[in-house]
Structure formats: structure tokens, C-alpha cells
């Protein structure tokens, strides 16, 4: 797969040195996996394979872009004959620019010849014991909507005409399911998650049960009167805000006055318990791979230290912007886009609280287990106004279930009242975070 | 029939059809998809990016006892198809051929009216409106910080065909335009977002006025900056038609879908014939409208578009099924079977979603509201179809106190209940107003449109960031 998806690049980038242009040869052949499972049967199956180039001009700094699924050298040539009479539209920019090459990438373990080599028997197994054992988990849980597996494979390689040459093969693979329990005319939602790098740790019991407690725990929950409290927060519900925060330290959104943090280098932007990195490196999670979307090499990169921002995160167009390196987090969805700049594993570090300790003190306060809505917050303003449930937390314990409230905040405001963080940090496929504890938010209900 | 560069004769798909089905099944389907599409990206006053793209795809698809088997590829030669064909029905347990009958074509009941197809259409030509719109935009005022305009097109060409014998061939053509504005003013920054398209050509220029409508995203980004916080708790709702129907897409939409139904996890389940809404509201889901948004002669598996009410007068009257969900209902499809590309498999989705207006003066609905919430624009929204607890962001709200609108509230978010707002919707404008968007299920985005009358809601809950009295503060003890 290697030499086939070369041998396309290669073509791509000659034709392209030959018209006198800068260019660069994303290319990806991927292959998945999925089934859904229902009452111990298999509902969906769907196998497939697919392959693409990403082609990527700069004719004297005026970009343009092209993909394709054809790989064929016909198509090849109006591929490159296409991007570069696209890039004639284009205004001239000198930070449109390419990786040098010539790197040493990181060895990481991203390939587990186990997730190919397990029977598809195997796999369907996996999703109906999950199914098995939510349902023995509690007699309440009386619905299935739907428990998958799915993997999935791929070979990636990234050439430009600076030299540069990377190519590296990865795989992971996943279980999900979600449910509905239901009590005395009220029906609750639940749902759990859990995606590896390897098989062998993927875990149908643990999912199974996570989802039916998670549904159960929101039965016959009350509604809340509004106020502002001191809330907690589980890591899954953290992970959601991360993603917000994500696209504040993203360069491009800084540099487009997009972004809350934008001018904040080096200045408290969050209370001293936060500590955020994203790291390209570590060890078994999802988001690792060798390289980024332009062959950048992995690394770990500081973003905030004990509230303080230290970095945003770039690729080379935002860095070479700002005069500095890229920071290695070009992403791209498929070869179908243009890289941009995005997160690999985006992790909110742990602190040394336990859970408990976290709602310990609290007098009355709200223990967030779900957010609704969170696609609607906007990264820009940092505004957000979000459904949530939970409990309620009186007197330092928990006792009854809330639901149909909505919190609202900014997340300026939110980083700073963050005022401790727990020992449990969990991934969530590429986000991290532990559970953690805010001084005051906005909660509406009644 | 020819798509460009693959020609697909009726004989070869039979053939395909064939090799689907040869360890059993009860239906097998082929859907082969090419699309080309394109973008022109304005941000930081220039044209930032240009891009194209040129995907051909096939999905093959063989269903036995409701059971799904899917592979697809990008492969589109016979040997690639039957090669895909094998691996979708290497679920199916059995060893009995079935056999697929001859294929016939499906005419259309009508045809889209495309008059500037995007391959007509210059890049120059798209730019030009690109620049001008942007210009004008940043002429709203200086308190505008950034401004990101784009232009994208769309033209597919899909051919169905299945074991049914229905051959169908149709062609879609998709624009869209979107105007994203930041405002600042003193370290506070807010947003504004307008956008317009339609299952069209770029005729789309002709029909609309691209520049006032880039200017209404700018200005209504500067009018957020002097919005109050928006308060928090229970109020009565006016939502304009401006609004668009974010409101019937969340509060019912999704929950009337077919296999959300029957796998259990709708509040509409076993209501049909019941009055799930006050008197006077009417939900359809109409595919046929012209020219909108979620418009399509034809569905994803080759059924008809049509037009289906699903609640009359405040009673359940149907659901939106695709073939597989109406098989198991005993039912016919209603057209509603879509996927976001060949990678998918269909699923019931809606397509133009609206609650059909009544017969009050907008502006009547208004006045006679004491105290609430006037609702001018929505964002997106998300629902929980178990319960049908909703939630949905607005964009542009203003306090109304006395029958008039007093001043701006910024970071309201909605929430309710989908049944429960349906009860409580007490005044129905007879205007009507759409808004287009990409709904997302099940890891698949299609393009639909939503639309409703100026509506009251007797309450809702919303959720604000004002600060509430003294005596609801709670602190942490510090041990």
C-alpha cells in the first residue's frame, strides 16, 4: 500500500516540480469496520476501503487546492493542471509555505496487528456482551438503541517538493452503546464509550454497566430553581468544554481576532489549578501518530502551566505567521481538506483531589453529569448556554437528581473559577481531563 | 447512463444485483454516487482559499429479516462492484440465491429547475460577489473585527438501483452562501451569522441580495454588543418566522422519524391518532417544495419526495419512514430515506420540516404579550427523542414588557420539552419563514430546511447568565 499510494505522490509532486510550483501529496487509504448489534443480532454491517489525494499548491504563495479518489494518472495530471489554475484566484501570501522534510519522526506504537487478525465473530461478540451485561446491570434498563464495535485502519503519506517524505500506518478500534432505562413513566438516556489502540483493552463489561448506571442515575430526576452555585463537574462533560477551549488556542483563530486568548501570551488566564498540554506522543492514546498533517514531527506541547499560557498551537502557515516553529498540530479530517490547525490528545492534566474532596465542601452546589447543546456554544465570544443534569449536592453530599436545567457562562470566566481539580483523568477517543470543580456558575430551571 | 468517464449499463447492475444476493436476502440495492464540489473562502479581507473537489463512490447494500449489511467503495469498474458486492452479503447467513428482478426505469414526478449549473459558473464570477459582499459588510461599521464569506456549490449525479427493479438516475444541484461577522467593542466580542442557499444554481445571486443580507450578519454581531445578559428562568416565548424552525426540527422532528419510533426511543410512540399538540398546529415535512433547502425528486433508495403530514390540527397522523422501517410497519415509504454520501446507509431524515402558519397578525402576537422573550434568531439545537428534552441557542432575542419590544438580550439558550411545547404553542402567526442547515444522526449530515410562523409559546425555559437575587448565592465551606 505504501509503494502504491508513493508512486502516486511522486507523479503528482514531478508534474508539479516540472510547472515550476511548490507542492505537496496527502495521501490516505483507509479501510473500517462497523457493526451495530440488537438483541444479540447483527442489525448493520458495513465494510469498506478507500483511498485519496489531498493536493496542495503555492504558485508563488497563491494557494490552491484539489482532491480526488482517482489515484489513475489520468486523473493525477488534471489534479495538478486543476490546483495550480485554482491558485491563479488566490491572493499571493509568503506564510503559504511547506514543511523543510528532512525530519526524525518519534518511533510510537500506533499499530496493533490484533484489531486485523480478530475474527469477525470475535467482534460481534464484544458488542452483544455489552448488551448482555447492561441489561443484567440493572432491571430498569429495558432498551437497547444500539451497541457497536468499530475499527478502523490507515496508511498515510505525505510528500512535498521541499523533500519531505513521511508515511506511517495506524489502527484503533472501539465499543459503544446506548440504552434506555425507564421507571414509573420517566425515560432516561444513557450512553458509554471506549476507544483503544489496542484490542485486547477494550472492555464490553466496563461499557456495558457504565451506560445503564449513567442512564439510571437520571430517572425520575427533578427539576431546579435558579441560581448561581459552586458546581463539579464528571471528566466526559469537562471534555466537552475542552473542545471549546481547543479552538482558542488555535493560531488561526488567535490571529483571525477570533479567539479570547488572542494577545494573552504569557499572561494568568486561568486559575493556577489548570495545567493543559496536547501531546502527539503519548503513549497508547488515540490521538498518537508520528507525524502531523504535513509530516511535521509528533511532540508535546505546554499550553497552559499552572494557569499561565504558555503557547498556542500551530502549523506552518499560523507559524510561520507569527515567526515561530510549527508546534506539529496540522490536522486534517480526510485528504478531501486542507490542513488546519487542530488537537492531537488535548489534555487538561489531573490533579491530586479525589472526587469526593471535590463536592466535600460544598453546601449547595450541582454535580454536572451531562451537557446538551454544547455545538451551540460559541468559541469566539466564549459564551455558552448549555441543557444540563445532574445532582444536587447539599451539604457536601449527593443527594437528588436534576434535570432540564441549563448553565450558562463565558469561558473566560470559567477557566478562572476552576478552582480545583481531581485525580481521575479520563480519554475520551482524542480529549482528557479529570473531574473537576467550578466556584460559581449560572443555573437556570425553574 | 453515463456519468462522466463510468458508463453504468443497465446489464452490469443487474449483474451486481445478482452477486449481492447469491447467499440470500430480501432486497439488495446499488447506489453509485459522483459528485464534484467547490468553495471559495473570503476571511482577512481576501480571498483565503480556493478549493475543488471530485469523488465517485458506490454503496451496495443487502437486507435480510431487517437485517443490514453494507460495504462500499470507491472502485466504480465491474470487477471493483462485484468485488464489493461479495463482501456486503458475506453477512448473510444463508446459502440460497435469491434472484433480483429486471431493472425498469423510474421517471420522476418533477424535475429540479437548474438554471446556472456551478460548472457554468466562473470562479471570477463567484469571487466577485464574494469581495463585494465582504466589502459591504465591513462598511457596517468599524466595531466590525472579521469577516468570513463563503461560497459553496454542489453537483451530483446518483443512480438507484435494486433488486425491486427500480432503476432510478437523478441529479441534484446545491448552493450555499454564509456570512460569518465578529464584532468587539472593549474586550466583550460577539458573533452574527446569515446564510442563504437552496437546491438551485447560482441563479441563487439573482434571487436574493447577497450584500444586505452579509450587512444583517454585521449588524446584528454590533446590536449584540449593547445586548444585556439575557435572564434566566420561565418566560413566555414570541418566535419570529425570522427564527426559522431550529424550534420544530428539535421540539418534534426528529422524534417523528420512523426508526426512533420502533427502536423505542421516541415520545411519539404508539400515538398516532392522538393529540400530541394544541389546536391549530400542523407539522409537514415536504420534499417537493421548490427550490428549498431539503428538496429531492427522489430519495436515496429511488422513492419519490413527497409531501407528508405528520401532525394535523394538533393530532399524530404518521411518521417519516424509509423502505426499511416502513417494511416493518407494514407500510409504504414516504420518501424520507437518506445518506450523507455512498458511505452511508439510508436512514429516515427529514426534509423540509414546518409548522404551516395560521391565520394572526405577527405583529398582534406581540402586542398582546405582556412579559417574555421575542425570539428573532435561532442557531442549532440538540434533542434527547426518549424524553424530548430539546435545547436550542439563540442568536438574537429582545425583552418584551407590555406589548413592546424594549432591549437586546445576548447568551439565551432554550429548553423544553418537545410534546410539552407543542401543547403550549397559543398564538400561530400567518407568516412563514425558513432557515436551511445540515442536520446531523447517527454520524451522517444532510441538507434540510425548517420553517414555522411567528408562534407564542405560553413558556419556556430560558437559560440566562443575569444575576439572579442576593438570597440564591451559595457558597463553598471551606473545611
Known amino acids: 500500500m505504501e509503494k502504491f499510494l508513493q508512486n502516486a505522490g511522486a507523479k503528482a509532486l514531478e508534474l508539479a516540480q516540472k510547472k515550476g510550483v511548490e507542492a505537496e501529496a496527502f495521501l490516505l487509504h483507509g479501510r473500517n469496520l462497523s457493526l451495530e448489534v440488537i438483541n444479540g443480532e447483527v442489525e448493520t454491517l458495513v465494510e469498506a476501503e478507500e483511498a485519496g489525494l489531498g493536493f496542495r499548491v503555492i504558485n508563488q504563495g497563491r494557494l490552491g487546492f484539489v482532491y480526488t479518489s482517482d489515484l489513475s494518472p489520468q486523473a493525477i495530471g488534471k489534479v495538478v493542471e486543476d490546483a495550480i489554475s485554482i491558485s491563479r484566484y488566490t491572493e499571493a501570501d509568503s506564510h503559504n509555505c511547506l514543511p523543510r522534510g528532512n525530519y526524525e519522526y518519534p518511533q510510537l506504537e500506533v499499530y496493533d496487528p490484533e484489531i486485523s487478525a480478530a475474527s469477525l465473530e470475535a467482534k460481534i461478540e464484544l458488542a452483544r456482551e455489552m448488551e448482555r451485561i447492561a441489561l443484567a446491570s440493572d432491571s430498569r434498563v429495558n432498551i437497547i438503541e444500539r451497541a457497536g464495535y468499530d475499527d478502523s485502519e490507515f496508511t498515510s503519506v505525505i510528500m512535498n517538493t521541499n523533500g519531505l517524505y513521511a508515511c506511517g500506518k495506524g489502527n484503533y478500534c472501539g465499543i459503544y452503546i446506548s440504552l434506555v432505562a425507564q421507571e414509573q413513566g420517566d425515560a432516561q438516556n444513557g450512553f458509554s464509550m471506549m476507544v483503544r489502540k489496542n484490542y485486547k483493552d477494550l472492555d464490553p463489561n466496563f461499557t456495558g454497566r457504565e451506560a445503564a448506571s449513567n442512564a439510571v442515575r437520571g430517572l425520575n430526576a427533578r427539576s431546579i ?205 482524542g480529549k482528557a481531563a479529570p473531574s473537576i470543580r467550578l466556584k460559581s456558575l449560572s443555573i437556570a430551571g425553574e | 447512463m453515463v456519468m462522466e468517464g463510468v458508463r453504468l449499463d443497465k446489464s452490469i447492475l443487474e449483474k451486481v444485483l445478482e452477486e449481492a444476493l447469491k447467499k440470500g436476502g430480501d432486497f439488495a440495492e446499488i447506489y453509485i454516487e459522483e459528485k464534484q464540489l467547490s468553495n471559495v473562502i473570503c476571511e482577512d479581507n481576501r480571498i483565503e482559499k480556493v478549493n475543488s473537489g471530485r469523488e465517485k463512490g458506490a454503496g451496495i447494500r443487502v437486507i435480510k429479516e431487517g437485517k443490514t449489511a453494507y460495504a462500499y467503495t470507491s472502485d466504480l469498474s465491474e470487477e471493483g462492484l462485484l468485488k464489493t458486492a461479495a463482501v456486503a452479503r458475506h453477512a448473510v447467513m444463508n446459502n440460497t440465491a435469491i434472484s433480483s428482478k429486471p431493472l425498469a426505469v423510474k421517471e420522476p414526478v418533477f424535475r429540479l429547475n437548474v438554471k446556472r449549473l456551478p460548472e457554468d459558473v466562473t470562479f471570477d464570477e463567484k469571487i466577485e460577489h464574494v469581495l463585494s459582499a465582504n466589502k459591504s459588510t465591513r462598511e457596517v461599521s468599524d466595531e466590525i473585527r472579521q469577516v468570513t464569506v463563503v461560497a459553496g456549490d454542489l453537483h451530483k449525479k446518483v443512480i438507484i438501483a435494486n433488486s425491486d427493479g427500480d432503476l432510478t438516475e437523478d441529479e441534484r444541484t446545491r448552493v450555499r452562501i454564509i456570512v460569518n461577522t465578529v464584532a468587539s467593542r472593549e474586550g466583550l466580542i460577539q458573533t452574527g451569522y446569515e446564510s442563504a442557499g437552496g437546491v438551485c444554481g447560482w441563479e441563487l445571486l439573482e434571487q436574493i441580495d447577497f450584500e444586505s443580507m452579509a450587512q444583517k450578519a454585521a449588524r446584528l454581531a454590533v446590536n449584540m454588543l449593547s445586548a444585556r445578559p439575557a435572564p434566566a428562568g420561565r418566560m413566555p416565548i414570541v418566535m419570529s418566522s425570522e427564527a426559522g424552525g431550529t424550534m420544530v426540527h428539535e421540539a418534534c422532528g426528529h422524534g417523528l422519524e420512523a426508526d426512533l419510533v420502533q427502536k423505542g426511543l421516541s415520545v411519539y410512540q404508539g400515538k398516532l391518532g392522538e393529540k400530541v399538540a394544541a389546536d391549530g398546529v400542523s407539522v409537514i415535512d415536504d420534499a417537493t417544495v421548490e427550490g428549498k433547502y431539503g428538496t429531492f425528486c427522489f430519495d436515496d433508495e429511488g422513492n419519490y419526495g413527497q409531501r407528508t403530514v405528520l401532525i394535523n390540527n394538533g393530532v399524530l397522523e404518521g411518521y417519516m419512514y424509509d423502505r426499511l422501517t ?131 409559546i405560553k413558556e419556556l425555559t430560558v437559560g440566562g447568565t443575569a444575576p439572579t437575587s442576593g438570597s440564591n448565592k451559595y457558597r463553598i465551606r471551606r473545611m
Request: hydrophobic content about 35%; overall charge negative.
Open chain 2, 326 to 456: 416502513a417494511a416493518k410497519d407494514k407500510t409504504k415509504s414516504t420518501g424520507n430515506g437518506r445518506r450523507e454520501s455512498y458511505q452511508d446507509k439510508p436512514i429516515p431524515r427529514m426534509s423540509n420540516t414546518f409548522i404551516a402558519p395560521g391565520d394572526e397578525d405577527p405583529e398582534d402576537i406581540i402586542k398582546s404579550t405582556s412579559s417574555g422573550l421575542l425570539v428573532k434568531k435561532m442557531g442549532g439545537g440538540q434533542v434527547n427523542t426518549t424524553n424530548g428534552d430539546f435545547v436550542f441557542e439563540v442568536q438574537e432575542a429582545y425583552i418584551i414588557e407590555d406589548g413592546e419590544i424594549q432591549y437586546p438580550v445576548r447568551g439565551a439558550t432554550l429548553t423544553g420539552n418537545g410534546p410539552k411545547v407543542l401543547n403550549d404553542i397559543d398564538r400561530i402567526g400567518k407568516d412563514l419563514g425558513f432557515s436551511i442547515g445540515v442536520c446531523g444522526k447517527d454520524g451522517q449530515g444532510v441538507p434540510v430546511s425548517d420553517a414555522q410562523p411567528t408562534i407564542r
Open chain 1, 225 to 429: 430553581g435558579s441560581a448561581h452555585m459552586p458546581c463539579v463537574m464528571e471528566p466526559y462533560v469537562v471534555t466537552r468544554f475542552l473542545s471549546l477551549l481547543a479552538q482558542m488556542v488555535d493560531a488561526e483563530m488567535v490571529q483571525k481576532g477570533k479567539s479570547l486568548l488572542a494577545g494573552k501570551l504569557e499572561q494568568l488566564v486561568a486559575s493556577p489549578a489548570v495545567n493543559l498540554v496536547d501531546d502527539a506522543t503519548w503513549a497508547g492514546a488515540v490521538g498518537t501518530f508520528p507525524f502531523d498533517a504535513e509530516g511535521v514531527p509528533a511532540r508535546k506541547n505546554i499550553i497552559i502551566t499552572n494557569g499561565n499560557l504558555n503557547s498556542y498551537l500551530y502549523d506552518s502557515y499560523t507559524a510561520s505567521k507569527a515567526g515561530v516553529e510549527s508546534t506539529g498540530n496540522a490536522q486534517r479530517n480526510s485528504f478531501r481538506s486542507l490542513p488546519s490547525v487542530g488537537t492531537s490528545n488535548f489534555i487538561l492534566q489531573a490533579g491530586s483531589t479525589s472526587l469526593p474532596s471535590l463536592y466535600d465542601g460544598i453546601e449547595k452546589g450541582l454535580y454536572i453529569t451531562e451537557v446538551m447543546g454544547m455545538h451551540t456554544a460559541n468559541p469566539i465570544s466564549g459564551d455558552f448556554s448549555v441543557g444540563a443534569a445532574g445532582i444536587m449536592i447539599e451539604n457536601g453530599q449527593l443527594t437528588h437528581l436534576v434535570r432540564g436545567a441549563t448553565i450558562a457562562g463565558n469561558l473566560g470566566d470559567f477557566l478562572r473559577d476552576i478552582d480545583a481539580v481531581g485525580n481521575d483523568l479520563r480519554f475520551f477517543a
